[in-house]
């Protein structure tokens, strides 16, 4: 089992930055594969961006490349997700997932967070 819990998430103005974090314990390793996925009101879960715990594998949406970065501190188990340029449009719960497979479908993750709110005022 692997346990998953998000921070970070907050109220901001439109090209604010942001930094959310994953902390992860339970069974994981470094070849676990952690991700980034967003969810709005009344749209499908869509990917964000992904990290292997231990390197040779970075991945980001089309639309927040250059604008996002997703890091790792591994020994602290966290994976973090650094915002900027936010826009109203990124406005969605965001969720942490993990597996051992790197992948942005979100059917192909296992393990998942709670989750934590992102809204970006106009």
């Known amino acids: 089992q692997v346990q998953l819990v998000e921070s970070g998430g907050g109220l901001v103005p439109a090209g604010n930055s942001l930094t959310l974090s994953c902390a992860a314990s339970g069974r994981i390793s470094i070849n676990t594969a952690m991700a980034w996925f967003r969810q709005a009101p009344g749209k499908e879960r869509e990917f964000v961006a992904a990290?292997?715990?231990?390197?040779?594998?970075?991945d980001y949406a089309d639309s927040v490349k250059g604008r996002f970065t997703i890091s790792r501190d591994n020994t602290k188990n966290t994976v973090y997700l650094q915002m900027s340029s936010l826009k109203p449009e990124d406005t969605a719960l965001y969720f942490c997932?993990?597996?051992?497979?790197?992948?942005?479908?979100?059917?192909?993750?296992?393990?998942w967070g709670q989750g934590t709110q992102v809204t970006v005022s106009s």
């Open positions: 990290i292997i715990r231990g390197g040779g594998g970075i």
């Open positions: 997932a993990a597996d051992w497979k790197f992948s942005p479908r979100p059917d192909e993750y296992h393990y």
